[in-house]
């Protein structure tokens, strides 16, 4: 996975995520808007197969790239969660 950030600004950022689709982009946007001062999270991708997913956030009290972070770490740590779960299995 790569990000390219696209525009950047103090309350906002637009950036692609290559090499993902609706699975993980719908994780990502869901843990964004949990974090504490994103106002919104939403993404679209222009075409199913050759698309790259696009990705809107502003925030109101936080930066956008920390929100990022925070939101990236918050899926590292469900992903660790669901991991273990699954190996008791």
Known sequence: MKINILEEGPKK?????????HTF??????K??????VHLAVYSID???TGKPKMMLETTS???REALKKAAEALKKEFKDLEKEVGKI
Not at 25 to 30: K, S, V
Request: proline fraction near 7%; glycine fraction near 12%.
């Open 47 to 49: 075409h199913p197969l």
């Open 13 to 21: 950022m637009l950036f692609e995520i290559e090499g993902e689709g």
């Open 25 to 30: 982009c719908n994780a990502l946007r869901a």
């Open 62 to 64: 936080i930066k956008p």
């Open 32 to 37: 964004l808007l949990d974090v504490s001062g």
